[in-house]
């Protein structure tokens, strides 16, 4: 099982570096199922694995000037702000026990896991239905500012409470609000995910145990996914590796439920 889960945290890895999003929505499930952490916990480790490996995925695309800095610090200092308020003051008074459904008990642990689920059916979605989907590198003129920092806020959130990058979000926001093109919004993505995630994971080092010697090992492997995956993206195609990958994220969010529920 060991094994199996530094596979699944290389292929986090790896989507990221191939597509700018997608890797980090299995973080969580693959710290729970295979790695057995509680998942509040678990969304805390999410935070520095995915922040860790977008980090080092974006210093690639920075190189190659293909982030838009004033873009990525626009999105996340509109996030930042909802990612830690997130954390430090709507995670700490959802009660252990919410509500119970007849037989069943809807617990935190058990709420966090099925949001996750639904995120990930909804992220599968709209990799399944964008697999094919080409952008013009030809910019267009007014991109939308303001839409980008309201929506900013929403990724926060969702970082915040989930530990998930939301990259598969922030992509066509960027594309579509800020009108990029799609290298470009890649690599500004990694760079946003990176901000947001790192500092939500400062913001919760006080309070949370880390086994630092496991998490460094599995973001190492993570690490070396979204490397190998950076330098794929040169010569692979994203489009159907982007649908492909979309069809397993919805496999593993129905997965969730069923594990959760039944």
Same mark, same amino acid.
């Given at each position: 099982?060991?094994?199996?889960?530094?596979?699944?945290?290389?292929?986090?890895?790896?989507?990221?570096?191939?597509?700018?999003?997608?890797?980090?929505?299995? $973080?969580?499930?693959?710290?729970?199922?295979?790695?057995?952490?509680?998942? $509040?916990?678990?969304?805390?480790?999410?935070?520095?694995?995915?922040?860790?490996? *977008?980090?080092?995925?974006?210093?690639?695309?920075?190189?190659?000037?293909?982030?838009?800095?004033?873009?990525?610090?626009?999105?996340?200092?509109?996030?930042?702000?909802?990612?830690?308020?997130?954390?430090?003051?709507?995670?700490?008074?959802?009660?252990?026990?919410?509500?119970?459904?007849?037989?069943?008990?809807?617990?935190? *642990?058990?709420?966090?896991?099925?949001?996750?689920?639904?995120?990930?059916?909804?992220?599968?979605?709209?990799?399944?239905?964008?697999?094919?989907?080409?952008?013009?590198?030809?910019?267009?003129?007014?991109?939308?500012?303001?839409?980008?920092?309201?929506?900013?806020?929403?990724?926060?959130?969702?970082?915040?409470?989930?530990?998930?990058?939301?990259?598969?979000?922030?992509?066509?926001?960027?594309?579509?609000?800020?009108?990029?093109?799609?290298?470009?919004?890649?690599?500004?993505?990694?760079?946003?995910?990176?901000?947001?995630?790192?500092?939500?994971?400062?913001?919760?080092?006080?309070?949370?145990?880390?086994?630092?010697?496991?998490?460094?090992?599995?973001?190492?492997?993570?690490?070396?996914?979204?490397?190998?995956?950076?330098?794929?993206?040169?010569?692979?195609?994203?489009?159907?590796?982007?649908?492909?990958?979309?069809?397993?994220?919805?496999?593993?969010?129905?997965?969730?439920?069923?594990?959760?529920?039944?």
């Amino acid at each position: 099982m060991l094994i199996l889960g530094y596979l699944a945290a290389m292929l986090i890895g790896i989507s990221l570096g191939l597509i700018g999003g997608g890797g980090s929505i299995l $973080t969580v499930p693959v710290l729970v199922y295979i790695f057995h952490l509680e998942p $509040t916990n678990a969304t805390t480790y999410s935070l520095f694995i995915v922040g860790l490996t *977008s980090l080092i995925g974006a210093i690639g695309y920075l190189k190659r000037k293909q982030i838009n800095l004033p873009v990525a610090l626009l999105y996340a200092s509109s996030s930042i702000f909802t990612v830690l308020a997130t954390r430090r003051l709507l995670l700490p008074f959802i009660p252990d026990h919410i509500f119970s459904i007849g037989a069943v008990n809807i617990t935190k *642990s058990m709420l966090t896991m099925l949001l996750f689920a639904l995120l990930m059916i909804l992220a599968s979605v709209s990799m399944i239905r964008n697999g094919h989907a080409t952008v013009s590198d030809e910019k267009v003129v007014k991109p939308d500012y303001f839409r980008t920092a309201l929506y900013g806020v929403a990724i926060g959130f969702i970082t915040g409470l989930l530990g998930a990058g939301g990259g598969f979000l922030i992509i066509p926001a960027l594309i579509m609000l800020m009108k990029m093109p799609m290298k470009e919004a890649v690599g500004t993505s990694l760079l946003i995910i990176a901000l947001n995630s790192l500092l939500g994971f400062a913001g919760d080092v006080a309070f949370v145990h880390i086994e630092w010697t496991f998490l460094i090992a599995i973001s190492a492997v993570a690490a070396i996914g979204i490397v190998l995956g950076t330098r794929m993206s040169k010569r692979i195609a994203g489009a159907q590796l982007k649908k492909g990958f979309g069809w397993f994220v919805l496999m593993m969010g129905i997965y969730i439920f069923a594990a959760e529920l039944l």
